[in-house]
């Protein structure tokens, strides 16, 4: 017989459940029919005859052989690593620097931080317009500001060389906005009387940078690099409205092949084998990501 | 002596801070300044900073504007109140409620960021137009929100959990239940954090292309983004219409940039979580 | 805090009342019709004025809903399956099998029209498994144009097959000038440029890696690899090509024919005198070429009165046939409705060499039917590839066979 405590005990263990009952419907509609739904085109013939007929047959794993197959996924898989990692890192440390540089309080210091969340903000199509310009070839602005310093045009866009590096540079200038936001705010939580420990020890500013900043910023920092990865990952419009994946394949992203493939060439389920090579890529991160953290809350 | 030397390094810092501000704004400045050059001009062989000829001919279809602005404005509004509404309870509960599956959760929810929109957009609008949530406001809110929800509870939770349990205990020696802690206890003391949560669910909103091409159906609800997008053609592009457009879409995101800035800045302070 | 929420409340409120207002007012039950198009600019207020006319003669409201050309099959077989699809669909005569395949379409009838009436590959384009399920707006095609001065500076003969055109390019192309351009940007565009050298060399859509192919590919993606064509044309559109003609920096260009009249009258405020010719092909014989142009088709969520009046609307873009000479005059179509014709050409004779064209054109599914969307975005990736040296033509020809061929049903 168990004590009647555990009766209230239960209730109230109900009563928290409803802080996620909200969140849990919402996300299966959102997010849980649409995955699954696209685990299922996955093993699929899905084409556009079935989208109104509703007929389609189990191929078993012919889809993902398909794409494995096809020479474009190492491409895309090699171009998407060197989007994201490149992405992340410099959009970090520009994040962080300026995050540290706003920290000083100065005239107009609260505006200008302001401000410089506006790339973030625009709708990415405006953006991408601007970039198209800066990028124009022959004589876009970028071109004009190396020609200041004689050095010759560039074909940003339309060469198979720069098209990434391009994108990586836009991508980064979007970025630049959620690192500082996110790392300013961090920043205001790290107790000021560390900072004078510290500055007592005699502690210089990198390493108190080092030693009370960072450490302090830990859970922030876990939290940017995780949402940025996925963020990252996931990116789509920017390339789309820029070069479509192109010349070539060269700015060809895993995200931007998934589309093609269904959108274009109407083979949903390649298309949705290529997103499950997104998922798992971003699983892989996110469990790597849950045991630090768990292993951390632990000790 | 000694204020005088603070005083001018605050306003050269304040000059280092425009020239930042000059060059990462540099794009957005000329898309406002290029939005006064006739469309022929986009076609130079050289792009010029300044206009070479100026105009207003870019905005002479200005007004038929106002409908798109206004329809993203309220879009984007629900949208960071529903991330808030369903996000912070969430944020709270997986925080300090200490169940066994909370990792299994956040997984879950770190997962569905990864998604990449463009698989969504199909599933999603089949099931939408089982709902009836095509062609309207709300089913551009719940769709846009699949970014803010995730978003604020994750964000939230990381904050969250930073508050000690002291604070917690003592709402409770006070008799509040988690509801009311929550309310009065947990929101006050992060609200910076929910500030930034809700100003980043509005952002995704705003500047959301994919829902408003796929969610809309009949034309009925334009948001600015899909208004901006008519313009660009199969064949040939309306430059002078998008940079007028998109200058009238920064203008009420840089008002509200610089006025809801000063709740983001206030911060954690140091005292609200003192150990 | 408070305030902020306050302030948002408020504005939300109001927005949401200017907001109502305005998007009121639309929907007025089933007797309206939904036009799924990607017509833009100043096509738009054109089409109005045409189903402005539907609907006065039907009772019903034929409303346009625009979206962009590369999504509008995806589109309209999303919206039939939802079941609010569309009730007209003006799409490009290649997306007609695709949508007809799918079922998203329904057939119609010729009314009043007779079927000799019509130019025979175009009215084949309205139709799948034997079935009319639309009928031709017009036609349109990619034709040359040249700088008439610069190639007689030359002494250069207009050029007709690859060779020639391939030599004066070089003889064209100085520091500040290029010899030959076209819109090299990802997708169908850049694809139905090349269709007509694909087959001059005796290949087929149906096999993107044959020698043929591969032989044609190197050839369309040569210009920007010996630098005759500039690298910038990989982003171009078509307003990109009539103002370096008009400005002398190109000089001859693959254009479509609906770019031409203002393509002309930009290149004569210019002082620049522009000939027109046809597309070359490989030996220099008159070149077979794709066909392009859009068919109005009836969608299936069309069914019982509302077909009947889709069907009536459909066949009035021909019937009417002097509307017709004017709609397709200002589209840069030449009809296929051929007693529409030859008041088209007698307003603009430079529609002329895009008839001569006709005369030996070729529909684009005719090879692969509605396998043809994979192919398109397979070569469109493939010869950019070749043009910026990311791979050999053998290479990104079987590259694009193997993924065009993955996606085949």
């Known amino acids: ?299 | 002596m000694h204020k005088f030397w603070r005083r001018s390094r605050g306003y050269g810092l304040t000059l280092i801070g425009i020239a930042i501000l000059l060059v990462l704004l540099f794009p957005l400045v000329w898309v406002v300044l290029s939005s006064f050059q006739p469309t022929a001009d986009f076609y130079a062989p050289v792009a010029s900073l300044i206009p070479q000829t100026f105009t207003l001919e870019n905005y002479s279809s200005i007004s038929s504007q106002i409908g798109p602005l206004l329809t993203t404005l309220v879009i984007a509004i629900f949208t960071a109140a529903l991330s808030l509404a369903i996000g912070i309870p969430a944020a709270y509960a997986l925080a300090v409620f200490r169940w066994r599956w909370v990792a299994i959760a956040m997984f879950l929810i770190l997962i569905t960021q990864v998604v990449p929109g463009v698989m969504v957009a199909t599933p999603l609008f089949l099931t939408f137009s089982r709902l009836g949530l095509l062609n309207s406001i709300v089913g551009l809110v719940i769709a846009n929100s699949a970014a803010g929800v995730p978003f604020t509870i994750l964000l939230l939770t990381a904050f969250m959990s930073g508050i000690p349990g002291s604070l917690r205990e003592a709402a409770h020696l006070d008799g509040a239940g988690e509801w009311r802690t929550l309310f009065s206890v947990i929101v006050p003391t992060t609200r910076s954090a929910i500030v930034a949560a809700a100003l980043f669910s509005f952002l995704f909103a705003w500047g959301d292309f994919l829902w408003a091409l796929t969610l809309n159906t009949n034309g009925t609800i334009t948001p600015l983004s899909l208004s901006i997008f008519q313009f660009v053609g199969n064949f040939q592009t309306n430059w002078g219409g998008i940079m007028a457009t998109s200058t009238i879409a920064l203008v009420p995101a840089m008002i509200l940039l610089v006025g809801a800035q000063r709740y983001i800045s206030v911060g954690l302070t140091a005292g609200a979580i003192k150990d | 805090m408070k305030k902020v929420l306050a302030i948002a409340a408020a504005l939300s409120a109001t927005a949401l009342v200017l907001a109502g207002c305005s998007a009121t007012g639309g929907d007025s039950g089933s007797k309206t019709l939904q036009v799924l198009t990607y017509a833009q600019g100043d096509q738009v207020p054109m089409y109005k004025k045409f189903f402005d006319q539907c609907s006065a003669d039907t009772g019903y409201t034929f409303e346009q809903l625009q979206v962009p050309a590369n999504d509008l099959l995806n589109k309209a077989v999303q919206l039939t399956a939802s079941g609010s699809g569309p009730a007209v669909i003006l799409a490009d005569n290649q997306m007609i099998a695709g949508l007809a395949n799918a079922k998203a379409l329904a057939p119609i009838t010729l009314g009043s029209l007779s079927a000799s009436d019509f130019v025979e590959g175009p009215l084949k384009s309205g139709q799948f498994d034997g079935k009319q399920y639309g009928l031709p707006v017009g036609n349109n095609g990619e034709v040359i144009v040249y700088n008439k001065k610069l190639l007689a500076d030359a002494g250069l003969a207009v050029p007709t097959s690859w060779d020639t055109l391939t030599a004066a390019a070089k003889a064209l192309t100085t520091s500040d000038r290029y010899g030959f351009g076209q819109t090299f940007q990802g997708g169908e565009t850049l694809s139905w440029n090349y269709w007509a050298q694909l087959w001059s060399a005796g290949g087929s859509i149906a096999k993107l890696d044959s020698p043929a192919a591969v032989e044609s590919a190197t050839f369309w993606a040569s210009f920007l690899k010996d630098g005759t064509a500039p690298q910038a044309s990989l982003q171009w559109q078509s307003d990109n090509l009539i103002s370096e003609v008009a400005a002398g920096r190109l000089a001859m260009a693959q254009v479509g024919t609906w770019t031409l009249s203002k393509l002309l009258s930009e290149a004569k405020d210019a002082g620049v005198d522009i000939g027109i010719t046809t597309q070359v092909s490989k030996s220099g014989d008159a070149p077979v070429v794709p066909f392009g142009g859009e068919v109005m088709a009836a969608g299936a969520s069309a069914t019982g009165d509302a077909l009947k009046a889709v069907n009536d609307c459909i066949v009035s873009w021909s019937s009417d046939t002097a509307g017709l000479a004017e709609r397709d005059e200002f589209l840069g179509y030449l009809p296929s409705y051929i007693p529409a014709q030859a008041a088209v050409l007698k307003a603009t004779p430079y529609l002329q060499v895009l008839s001569d064209q006709l005369a030996d054109s070729r529909g684009r599914t005719e090879e692969v039917g509605p396998n043809y969307q994979s192919r398109t975005v397979a070569v469109s990736t493939a010869l950019q590839q070749i043009a910026t040296g990311a791979a050999t033509p053998e290479e990104a020809m079987k590259t694009a066979q193997t993924s065009a061929a993955a996606a085949d049903k």
């Open chain 1, 1 to 299: 017989m168990r004590p009647r405590r555990s009766s209230y005990q239960r209730r109230a263990a109900l009563m928290r459940l409803l802080f996620i009952v909200p969140v849990a419907v919402f996300l299966a509609l959102v997010f849980g029919y649409p995955i699954g739904f696209n685990l299922w085109l996955t093993f699929q013939s899905f084409d556009l005859v079935s989208m109104i007929s509703g007929v389609s047959e189990f191929v078993g794993l012919d889809n993902i052989t398909a794409v494995l197959a096809d020479p474009n996924f190492a491409s895309a898989a090699r171009n998407t690593a060197i989007f994201t990692v490149a992405s992340i890192a410099i959009q970090f440390v520009i994040g962080m620097a300026l995050a540290l540089f706003f920290y000083n309080v100065f005239p107009l210091s609260k505006a200008i931080r302001a401000l410089l969340v506006l790339p973030w903000l625009v709708p990415s199509i405006v953006a991408t317009t601007a970039w198209r310009f800066i990028f124009k070839d022959p004589s876009g602005f970028a071109n004009q500001l190396l020609g200041v310093v004689g050095i010759p045009p560039v074909h940003w866009l339309t060469s198979s060389d720069t098209a990434l590096v391009s994108v990586i540079i836009i991508n980064i200038w979007i970025g630049i906005a959620f690192n500082l936001v996110l790392l300013h705010s961090g920043l205001q939580s790290v107790p000021v009387d560390r900072y004078e420990a510290a500055q007592l020890d005699g502690a210089g500013y990198w390493q108190r940078f080092r030693h009370v900043t960072l450490p302090a910023l830990g859970p922030v920092i876990a939290v940017l690099l995780v949402l940025g990865f996925v963020y990252t990952l996931k990116q789509f419009d920017l390339i789309w409205t820029l070069t479509q994946g192109g010349p070539g394949n060269s700015s060809q992203l895993l995200s931007t092949w998934s589309y093609t493939l269904s959108f274009n060439s109407n083979a949903f389920g390649q298309g949705a084998a290529v997103a499950d090579f997104l998922f798992l890529a971003s699983a892989i991160i996110i469990v790597v990501y849950t045991l630090v953290q768990r292993k951390q809350s632990n000790a």
